[in-house]
């Protein structure tokens, strides 16, 4: 039998309601996590490695590096098949993505949350451990990167994004769709990831920015981030890679201080692309050395930056590792 290790870090799935406040709070353990799910000994010898007990909007990008660091201690033992973390689903495709861009194993790393606490009627944290678990058991699973396992469906750490504040089916990959789906008792795998990418990296550059275009949107906080001046900046543009002409004045300034500035979509799908030739356009921000971000999210281009920035400073160097024209 395979023998997958479950990484709890907390989240809604380890929450309990509290009487005094109204709401839920972390309160459950990893054992108690496992208790519920009796039949996951079916598919799996389960070992739980207990991280933290927190909101996953709590988790600094250090934490989160941590929580890598864990699950490739875990994955490199040698009998140790597949890992699972646990997570508040908040942040959950945030840390799933890091997992997928440095931790270096083959074997499967399924992440899984819950969107209904354990003191709920409909509490879906065991069927999601369980789903999590087959997945990382599986065979179909190896050589998949990191993925995000809820609602019984599989999505890449990559694409896979929160899409609803409190449905249980809130785990999607807009336009590419997901990659599997775990039935009762097999996991199929329709599609693999082709974009997986491994960085060796010993830290994050968490000093990176993520800044959303609004129609109006002046440079005033471009202004703040030009003086700090802080280590790098995503900006998440209009469609195609538009921004507000302030905007622009405000990434001309940055870039002018050196800082690496990312360019993402807000859209949910498709790339960046240098298409239109008026001011504030993709096109008019590349002469000053802005970095097209593919189709990554804004999220998840912060999570690179803050990656691809402990393995150099080089604007070129960046530029190739977010594969920019
Ligand atoms: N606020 C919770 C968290 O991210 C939400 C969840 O777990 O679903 O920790």
Redesign the pocket.
């Known amino acids: 039998m395979k023998k997958v290790v479950v990484v709890t870090t907390?989240?809604?799935?380890a929450?309990k309601l509290d009487p005094a406040t109204g709401g839920l709070i972390p309160a459950v353990s990893g054992d108690d996590l496992l208790a519920a799910v009796p039949v996951l000994k079916n598919f799996a010898e389960v070992e739980v490695v207990e991280t933290s007990n927190?909101?996953?909007?709590h988790l600094l990008p250090e934490d989160q590096f941590k929580i890598a660091k864990t699950v490739e201690r875990e994955a490199s033992r040698t009998d140790v098949d597949g890992i699972v973390v646990t997570?508040?689903?908040?942040?959950?495709e945030e840390t799933a993505y890091l997992l997928d861009l440095v931790v270096d194993t083959d074997k499967p790393i399924c992440v899984t949350?819950?969107?209904r606490g354990a003191s709920d009627m409909s509490w879906d944290g065991p069927g999601n451990i369980l789903a999590a678990v087959q997945a990382a058991a599986s065979d179909e699973m190896i050589g998949q990167g990191a993925a995000i396992v809820l609602n019984n469906e599989i999505h890449a750490a990559r694409e896979g994004t929160k899409t609803h504040s409190v449905n249980t089916d809130t785990f999607q990959s807009p336009y590419w769709g997901s990659i599997g789906y775990v039935y009762d008792d097999h996991v199929v795998v329709r599609r693999h990831s082709l974009c997986l990418e491994k960085f060796k990296v010993d830290h994050l550059v968490t000093d990176v920015y993520d800044i959303k275009c609004v129609s109006g949107l002046d440079d005033y906080l471009f202004d703040c981030l030009a003086k700090k001046p802080a280590a790098g900046i995503v900006v998440e543009a209009f469609g195609c890679g538009n921004v507000p002409l302030k905007v622009m004045d405000g990434i001309k300034e940055c870039r002018e201080h050196g800082i690496p500035v990312v360019l993402t979509s807000r859209t949910y799908g498709g790339k960046v692309v240098p298409i239109y030739g008026y001011k504030g356009s993709a096109r008019t921000l590349l002469p000053y050395g802005v970095i097209l971000a593919d189709e990554l999210t804004g999220q998840k281009a912060r999570i690179k930056l803050m990656v691809a920035l402990a393995v150099t400073n080089d604007n070129d160097e960046l530029k190739k590792i977010f594969h920019s024209v």
Do not use: N
């Open positions: 907390g989240g809604t799935i929450m927190v909101p996953s909007g997570h508040g689903t908040d942040t959950l949350g819950a969107m």
